[in-house]
C-alpha cells in the first residue's frame, strides 16, 4: 500500500484504540459489554470490558501489520494496485466505526 493509505489505516486505528481506552475507563469492569447486534439491533453476543474494548484495535494493528508484511514481499518497481488499498481503508474504517457504536450503546445504556 502507498504511504497516504498506511496514513488514513494508521489514523483509524489510533482512533479505534483511543474510543477502547475510554471505554475502559468509562465502563464498569464487571458489566458485560453487548458486542455483537442482530438485524433489529438487539445485542446478541457480549464480552468483558477488557476484551470489548482491547479486540477492535488488536485486530487493526494486526491487519495492517499483515498488509505491510505482504507489500513488502512485492517485487521493486511493482505496487499494489489502489483497489486493495480501499479495501484494507474500508476495513479499518468498519473497525473504528464498530468500536464507536459498541461505546455509544453501552454509554446510553
Keep these: 500500500m502507498n504511504r497516504v493509505a ?5 489514523v483509524f486505528v489510533v482512533i479505534s484504540s483511543l474510543i477502547g481506552v ?3 475507563l468509562h465502563i464498569p469492569a464487571d458489566r458485560p459489554i453487548a458486542v455483537h447486534f442482530d438485524l433489529s439491533g438487539t ?5 468483558p470490558t477488557y476484551m470489548a474494548f482491547l479486540i477492535i484495535p488488536l485486530i487493526g494493528i494486526a491487519t495492517l501489520v499483515i498488509v505491510a508484511l505482504q507489500s513488502s514481499s512485492i ?3 511493482r505496487t499494489v494496485r489502489g483497489g486493495a488499498a480501499i479495501v484494507v481503508i474500508v476495513v479499518q474504517a468498519i473497525l473504528c466505526f464498530g468500536q ?6 453501552e454509554l446510553k445504556g
Design 22 to 24: 475510554y471505554g475502559y
Design 100 to 105: 464507536l457504536f459498541i461505546l455509544f450503546q
Design 75 to 77: 517485487p521493486e518497481g
Design 6 to 10: 498506511n496514513a488514513i489505516c494508521g
Design 43 to 47: 445485542p446478541d453476543g457480549f464480552a
